[in-house]
């Protein structure tokens, strides 16, 4: 006789949104104290699955009372099933992961058996990990590796903190001519610096056109820039002086794979 009796099954969520500068966030929840694993820890919204009921409803039963909202209007996706019979301290418990990307930023509600719930930025996970409950730094990190599109995320410029849809300061590093798309300070045929889009001109055009690479160190993919560059030498992506942004033509994929350095 095969022994079942501690084995359990749970559903988690890995739910993100769009904030209103334009960042893309993450619904996390922070554990109770008197919690017998992991207390005060911040963790992905789960729960368990109760007898008779469908795994894909535990899901949409998880999203409804952490923020309102129908999960499947959304059309989430399974991202992996999670199994290590040492996740969990308290027993073997195996946990189906979903994610879904909701179109707005909903007010979070924590009730039942977490003591506060709130948004994180994507960002934040970018190059370090949380610390968060059970494995759920690993599963945050898959969502993200199966999908970089969820980390299309919009930010502050990283020189001068400037937000997206605001001009650079003149002397940012990472301002950009809008005149020719060169480095501004190098450049100098403009007293005032392109605008902030929320991310590098290169990154917008590698978001666009889906090119994403690996480096090493960082576990999620990242905006392949070399194959933007490769694509501006080839006439095939010119910067756009009144949109002050990347325009992109028409794309030969196999010519700029036979010009992009390989990292």
């Not at 160190?217 to 694509?231: C, L």
Request: charged share 25%.
């Amino acid at each position: 006789m095969h022994d079942t009796s501690d084995a359990q099954l749970a559903v988690d969520l890995v739910l993100t949104a769009t904030n209103n500068y334009g960042r893309k966030c993450i619904l996390l929840v922070r554990r109770p104290m008197d919690s017998e694993a992991y207390p005060g820890y911040l963790a992905l919204p789960g729960a368990y699955v109760n007898r008779g009921e469908r795994v894909h409803l535990v899901a949409d039963r998880i999203a409804f009372e952490t923020t309102g909202t129908n999960l499947w209007y959304y059309k989430p996706r399974l991202v992996d099933v999670f199994d290590h019979p040492e996740r969990d301290p308290r027993g073997n418990v195996c946990s189906i992961v979903f994610a879904g990307t909701l179109d707005r930023m909903l007010e979070p509600v924590a009730g039942g058996d977490v003591d506060a719930a709130g948004w994180v930025p994507l960002s934040t996970f970018e190059n370090t990990r949380l610390n968060l409950a059970f494995d759920h730094d690993d599963i945050v990190e898959c969502a993200l590796r199966d999908d970089p599109s969820i980390m299309r995320t919009l930010t502050e410029c990283p020189g001068c903190r400037v937000e997206p849809g605001e001009y650079h300061e003149k002397m940012c590093d990472h301002a950009m001519c809008p005149e020719c798309g060169e480095q501004n300070i190098m450049c100098g045929e403009s007293d005032r610096p392109a605008l902030w889009h929320g991310v590098s001109p290169s990154a917008e055009v590698a978001r666009e056109l889906n090119w994403w690479t690996r480096i090493s160190g960082i576990s999620h993919p990242v905006e392949d820039h070399y194959r933007v560059f490769t694509a501006e030498e080839l006439g095939q992506v010119a910067w756009n002086a009144v949109e002050q942004r990347y325009s992109i033509g028409v794309i030969d994929e196999a010519e700029i794979s036979r010009k992009a350095p390989v990292w």
